[in-house]
Structure formats: structure tokens, C-alpha cells
């Protein structure tokens, strides 16, 4: 009934050209682009909410709740989730370390070498195995190679992210953009064959994406590499990275203190004090997680993470004395080590995005400690404990090498240093590698569609033994599946309603002062905006129907139009935000914001006008 009195009441305030479905679906667009761009929510929770939404206003959205619910059944979102687990059987077999490590060899202490390789190496494997795993496993391999090179990681890992979505531009199974403009294209040529579109051969834009991969490469290996900065310095020094020189101390418990005969946790537990007790050194002997337990002795040292003013405040109501902070290596005794210290990084579909350090008792779990909190460039070093984590965070953690072995085989965490006893299905490499190049041809060569092709390369990887079957619902990133799933229907809704006509129509008007092909440059650029704030998934949902009902008003190549949209969204340079695998690297690149900006904004500008020329020169424009 409300819905109904508020329909009838803007119904006379809007032209004619306009009508009230289209105004309800520009209504939940803008509520969704506001959601993926502030990050209230997890983008796949906002997705949900639009799906769900446009069900409930059916009688104007005209989506029904076997078209609101078709997302989860689509070849776009099939294919994702089996390119996913495929993603994953090549890594167990640890194929793409091992490339990494002749990688590192390659490269040496050369600046040079070391980007050439990364490029190299990323872009084409990207190609071939979804593009955000291929980061997520290289992030430590290629943060080592800069500490063992003397090179700042800065210097390496934004290459990284971004060679990896050139890469994603050589097939269409490189991304999960490519998949999914893929079936867009496809339902839109069956709605209108017309327009000539339909979905994307496995090699059909290669050529181009050779050629995007290239003239990114250079201008990483020129350009790009003087704009990089060097926020992180070349020594593997995380203490003074993270300026955490005075937030950890060493103290004595005298003989007279109130804190002899009391566990850690009764004596130092109490949350007001933000204090951490990191490390127990008793007669030589360490102590490290857990230590909640333990009973404080006279002439214990602990080892302690609080702020100056905290320390200063304990050491004088129990009487403790300092006696220093973090010692080097020349300092320690004989036999005495100090505890490691990584950066993990929390990647999407892990359990403690959303939740705190606190409410998912991290430190109990895994017997590590959080030193540090960096979080969309911000470094917090105290009171952290409550700040809700986000995909892309991380966490500066100390552990005993155990419970660091257990956080490097855990599937929720990135640890930024590469292990030497990671166990890995080697023997397995070449099914791995025969599956994945069946997959890649089958489809290629028309003999089984991409989904049918994916789902049975899933299939060949369980019997021949390169996953074990509980682990294909962990290789699954479940954010990316119901994020797909929910804005599918948003789509539909757009071009049912004609609201994508009338935004098509609304561009198409330009081409009264504009060629195509400044049309087509246009919807680009428009797209990489777009999605340097929201998902690269949901710009392509949103921009394809609005790209080929442009191109149908002007009597353009729609299939330009389409190709011109999924390279803008598969290539985010410009905010860390805009692609997942900025996320990763955003952390223990230690970049800001402004870094993205500087460094990306070039190459999208220069990829703008290199792709447009390249559709336009392979496919043509029209009109």
C-alpha cells in the first residue's frame, strides 16, 4: 500500500519518456552504488539486498522470484565457482611458487629483473588461473624477492596487482569480469539478435589483451616504476616499518610487586589497559602463546605491547623496571631466539572480515599475537582489539613457528612471507597442468561450452586426486558467488524496464558532437570511474545493457561496445577499492590511497586510448 500511494504520488512528476519502473530501478542502482561504495555492508550483503529488494517491488521492477533468483543458476556464476576450485587445485600442486622461485632467480638484487619477472611472470599465468588467487599466492613470493634484493616491496607489488589484470585480459577465463560480460553478452543476443552480440570465444580478444598486457608492461617498466614509491623500506625491519619501536618493552617483575603469584591474565587481562603480554622470559627459558595461564615469578621478564604513557602508568603502581625493548639478533643469548613476526593479510571470503580481533578471539585461537592494525593505509598501533576488519587489512602477527605454520595452510589468512615447508601435491603438477589446459581447449575449439568444460575439469581434478573433496567448498569464494548471484537480476531489471534504453539513448546523444569512437571512449572511461568505487562485477551489469542500447541508437558495432565496457572493469588501476588484488598488496605495500591515484590514473588513461584503437581497429566502430 505504500509502495502503491508513493508510485502514484511521483507518478505525475516525471516526463513521459520516464517511467516509474525505471525510476524504482534507478532508485535501488544508486542505493547499491552508494552500499559498494561506502563498504556499510560486505558487497555481497548489499548484493543480496538489491536482489531481494527487486523481488519484493516486482509489480515495477518486473522481476519475478524465478528471475530474482536466476543469478545463482547462471553460466556466469557456475563458471566462477568452477574456475575457483580449478584455481585452487593448480596451487596445491605449487606450480605457480615454483615458477616464483626461478622467478627469484631470474631477478637477483637487479630492481630491473625483479620487476621484469613479476610482470612476466603474473601476467600471462593470469591468463590461464583466475587472476586473484595468482596475487594471493605471489604476494609472499614477490615481498621476499624484494627484502632478499634490497628492493623496497613497494616497488614490486602494485606491478604485481596490476600486471595481473592485464593478464586477466588475455582470456576469457582470466577473470571473473570476463566470465560474466561473457553471459551478459550472450542473453542480450538472444533477447535481440539484432545486435549481433554473443558470448565471448576463449581466445576471441586475445589480441587485443596481448597487446593492453604489453603497453601496461612497459609502462610499469618505465613510467611507472619512477612514480612507485618507496613506503616500505628495503630491509625486512617490520618493527620500524611499523614504528613500533615504542610500543614494545621489555620489563622486570621485582620481588616486592603485586603481580607475583598471579597468572598474565588476572594481573595484565584487564581490556582498559590495552596491554599485551607478548613474550615470558624466565632463567632463559621463553614463553610465548598461550600465556593467559601462566604464574608471574619473581625476576621475570615480560615482554609487553601498550603505548608510553600505559607502560609508564604499570611500571609505576607494580613497581616494574625496564630494562628495553626489541633486541637484535647480536644481542640475544646463546640458544635464545626472538619470536617471529609476519604481516597476514586478510583476503575476501575469510572469517574474520566483519568480525574484530576480540569477537573472533584471534590471539586464543592461534596463539598469536597482534602487534599492528593497518587498515586502508592507516597504521593503529593501540586499541585496535574492537575495529571491525575488512578485506585488504593487515595484521602485524608474532607467534612461535608452529602456530605461524598453522596461519600459512589456513585458507583465511595471506601471510606476506613465503615458508619453506609448506607441503605442496607436487606429483600431481601434471594433472593439474593437463586438466587446466583442457579446459582452456575444449571451449576453444567448440566442442563443450565453458561451464560444461569448467565443472568437468572440477570433476578430473578430485578423481585424479589434485583436490581432495573437502576442499572444494573451501576453494569457493562465496563473497564473489552471491555477489555475482545478486546483481545479475539487477541487470535484467535494467534492460526490461528499458531503463538501460533510455541511459543509452541519453549517451547516444553525444554522437551529435562525437564520432563512435568517441562514444565508445566514453563508455570506457565511464566504466573504469565506475568501478574504481564499486565491484568490477557490478559495473559490468550495470554498463553492458547501457553500452549496446547506446550503440543500437547510433548503428555501432554492439559487440565494440560490449568488449570497450569489460576492459574498463577489468582493469581498476586508479583506487585500491576498485579490485580485489589492489586489497592484497595494499597492506604490505604499505601504499596510500593517493599511490593508486598517481600510478594509475596514467595507465588508465593510456589503456583508454590504446583499447579503444585496438576494438576499433580489430572490430570496427560502425556508423
Not at 627469484?104 to 625483479?114: F, L
Request: cysteine-free; aromatic content about 8%.
Amino acid at each position: 500500500m505504500f509502495f502503491s500511494t508513493l508510485v502514484s504520488a511521483v507518478q505525475g512528476l516525471v516526463p513521459a519518456a520516464v517511467t516509474v519502473d525505471m525510476l524504482v530501478v534507478f532508485a535501488l542502482i544508486l542505493l547499491s552504488l552508494v552500499l559498494f561504495a561506502t563498504e556499510w555492508l560486505p558487497i555481497d550483503v548489499t548484493a543480496i539486498i538489491v536482489m531481494v529488494l527487486l523481488m519484493v517491488l516486482e509489480p515495477w521492477t518486473q522481476i519475478p522470484p524465478q528471475e530474482g533468483l536466476s543469478g545463482f543458476a547462471s553460466p556466469a556464476t557456475i563458471t566462477v565457482l568452477a574456475m575457483l576450485i580449478l584455481s585452487t587445485g593448480v596451487n596445491r600442486t605449487g606450480i605457480v611458487q615454483l615458477i616464483g622461485r626461478k622467478m627469484a632467480e631470474y631477478a637477483g638484487n637487479s630492481q630491473t629483473k625483479q620487476l621484469a619477472a613479476t610482470i612476466g611472470v603474473t601476467g600471462p599465468v593470469s591468463g590461464f588461473i583466475n587472476n586473484t588467487p595468482v596475487v594471493a599466492i605471489l604476494v609472499p613470493v614477490v615481498a621476499d624477492l624484494a627484502h632478499k634484493g634490497k628492493t623496497s616491496p613497494s616497488k614490486l607489488l602494485m606491478p604485481l596487482s596490476f600486471a595481473s589484470m592485464l593478464g586477466g585480459t588475455l582470456t576469457v577465463i582470466g577473470t571473473s569480469t570476463n566470465i560474466l560480460a561473457s553471459d551478459i553478452a550472450a542473453q542480450l543476443g538472444r533477447e535481440s539478435p539484432g545486435l549481433g552480440l554473443h558470448a565471448f570465444g576463449m581466445f576471441e580478444f586475445t589480441k587485443l589483451g596481448v597487446i593492453v598486457f604489453v603497453v601496461g608492461a612497459v609502462y610499469l617498466m618505465t613510467v611507472g616504476v619512477r612514480l612507485l614509491p618507496k613506503r616500505v623500506p628495503a630491509e625486512d625491519d617490520l618493527l620500524e616499518e611499523y614504528a613500533l619501536q615504542e610500543y614494545l618493552a621489555d620489563v622486570v617483575v621485582p620481588a616486592d610487586s603485586s603481580l607475583i603469584g598471579q597468572t598474565v591474565q588476572e594481573a595484565l587481562g584487564n581490556d582498559d589497559l590495552d596491554i599485551d603480554v607478548l613474550q615470558l622470559i624466565r632463567y632463559g627459558e621463553q614463553f610465548l602463546e598461550p600465556l593467559a595461564r601462566k604464574e608471574i615469578h619473581e625476576n621475570d621478564t615480560l615482554r609487553l605491547r601498550t603505548n608510553r604513557e600505559t607502560l609508564e602508568r604499570i611500571m609505576r603502581s607494580e613497581g616494574l623496571t625496564f630494562v628495553g625493548g626489541p633486541r637484535s639478533e647480536s644481542e640475544l643469548h646463546p640458544g635464545e631466539e626472538e619470536p617471529v613476526m609476519v604481516e597476514v593479510v586478510i583476503p575476501s571470503g575469510s572469517f574474520l572480515v566483519g568480525e574484530s580481533l576480540a569477537s573472533s578471539t584471534f590471539r586464543q585461537r592461534y596463539d598469536a599475537n597482534v602487534l599492528a592494525f593497518r587498515t586502508r593505509g592507516k597504521v593503529v598501533r593501540d586499541r585496535f582489539e574492537d575495529i571491525d576488519i575488512r578485506v585488504g587489512d593487515t595484521l602485524l602477527v608474532q607467534a612461535p613457528p608452529d602456530s605461524l605454520t598453522r596461519l600459512v595452510q589456513n585458507e583465511d589468512f595471506i601471510v606476506a612471507h613465503e615458508f619453506d615447508d609448506t607441503d605442496y601435491r607436487t606429483e600431481k603438477t601434471p594433472f593439474a597442468v593437463a586438466i587446466i589446459a583442457g579446459v582452456v581447449a575444449l571451449p576453444a575449439f567448440n566442442v563443450l561450452p565453458i561451464v560444461v568444460s569448467a565443472l568437468g575439469g572440477v570433476v578430473a581434478m578430485i578423481l585424479t586426486g589434485v583436490l581432495k573433496p573437502n576442499e572444494l567448498y573451501k576453494s569457493v569464494e562465496w563473497n564473489v558467488i552471491f555477489l555475482l548471484a545478486g546483481v545479475i537480476p539487477l541487470g535484467i531489471a535494467l534492460q526490461q524496464t528499458g531503463a538501460a534504453a533510455l541511459l543509452g539513448d541519453a549517451v547516444a546523444s553525444t554522437s551529435a558532437f562525437l564520432p563512435a569512437i568517441g562514444v565508445l571512449w566514453v563508455f570506457y572511461l565511464a566504466t573504469g570511474l565506475l568501478t574504481s568505487v564499486i565491484s568490477n562485477n557490478a559495473s559490468v551489469v550495470l554498463m553492458i545493457p547501457v553500452a549496446a542500447s547506446a550503440a543500437q541508437s547510433i548503428g555501432a558495432n554492439a559487440f565494440s561496445f560490449v568488449l570497450a565496457v569489460t576492459f574498463a572493469a577489468s582493469t581498476a588501476f586508479m583506487t585500491p577499492v576498485g579490485y580485489q588484488t589492489n586489497l592484497f598488496v595494499y597492506g604490505p605495500g604499505g601504499y596510500r590511497f593517493s599511490d593508486f591515484l598517481r600510478v594509475g590514473a596514467p595507465l588508465q588513461l593510456l589503456l583508454s586510448v590504446v583499447t579503444v584503437a585496438g576494438i576499433a581497429f580489430f572490430w570496427g566502430v560502425g556508423a
